[in-house]
């Protein structure tokens, strides 16, 4: 099982990123991708998630916290077992390391996810 993000970086504030977490090793379509994100010092967080494509029973198939609502889009290519997230208007205090992460079903809670990838720095200047 593999999960692997890329496309993290340095942008000064306003810019945009896009953040790729590439799944190999399990049934991708059975499993909700989350996007997490830790900066110094600070817990693990939730940023945003996307409900399998098996997931009949959510009532919505995203979830964004609210810190960047509005601001970031979170979408998945199934046939590239792939999920992005589209982070535009970049805040300074949007910088930490950002992860994806899988579950077999749509949470926002850290301990419900089974696969974890290595992570990547997003870093946002002012």
């Known amino acids: 099982v593999q999960l692997v993000e890329s496309g993290g970086g340095l942008v000064q504030a306003g810019g945009s990123l896009r953040l790729s977490c590439a799944a190999s090793?399990?049934?991708?379509?059975?499993?909700?991708i989350g996007w997490f994100r830790q900066a110094p010092g600070k817990e693990r967080e939730v940023v945003s998630c996307?409900?399998?494509?098996?997931?009949?029973?959510?009532?919505?198939?995203?979830y964004y916290a609210d810190s960047v609502k509005g601001r970031f889009t979170i979408s998945s290519d199934n046939a590239k077992n792939t999920v992005y997230l589209q982070m535009n208007s970049l805040k300074p205090e949007d910088t930490a390391v950002y992860y994806c992460?899988?579950?077999?079903?749509?949470?926002?809670?850290?301990?419900?996810?089974?696969?974890w990838g290595q992570g990547t720095q997003v870093t946002v200047s002012s």
């Open positions: 992460a899988a579950s077999t079903h749509a949470t926002i809670s850290t301990l419900d996810y089974d696969y």
């Open positions: 090793g399990f049934t991708f379509d059975d499993y909700a």
């Open positions: 996307i409900s399998s494509s098996d997931d009949r029973h959510s009532d919505g198939s995203t």
